[in-house]
């Protein structure tokens, strides 16, 4: 079955930095759309970014800290978080969704990000 398993979640400062990770199985996943989203507590989920086979997308809010990134020969999707605020908090998830599908059908368990101010 598709797994999704994030890593890379922790504590940092305000202004600090944090790569998250998120490897993929039982999936073709170069074909798939791969996206990240968060939770943080008492609010809903967020699209944070996507990336398909070549072109990005961003929360309009994220652009220029945030960048995502994939290595299909790792099947893996990376989010760099750069100048990260405590806003930034929240259970990370990644997601993936087939081709010509506009929903995300499988997604991770999630990792956190704490930022503290």
């Known amino acids: 079955q598709v797994q999704l398993v994030e890593s890379g979640g922790g504590l940092v400062q305000a202004g600090g930095s944090l790569r998250l990770s998120c490897v993929a199985s039982g999936l073709t996943f170069s074909i798939n759309r791969m996206g990240w989203f968060r939770q943080a507590p008492g609010k809903e989920r967020e699209f944070v970014a996507s990336?398909?086979?070549?072109?990005?997308y961003y929360a309009d809010c994220l652009k220029g800290r945030f960048t995502i990134s994939r290595d299909n020969a790792k099947n893996t999707v990376y989010l760099q978080m750069n100048s990260l605020k405590s806003e930034d908090t929240a259970v990370y998830f990644c997601?993936?969704?087939?081709?010509?599908?506009?929903?995300?059908?499988?997604w991770g368990q999630g990792t956190q990000v704490t930022v503290s101010s």
């Open positions: 990336i398909g086979s070549a072109v990005t």
């Open positions: 997601a993936a969704a087939p081709p010509g599908a506009s929903d995300y059908s499988n």
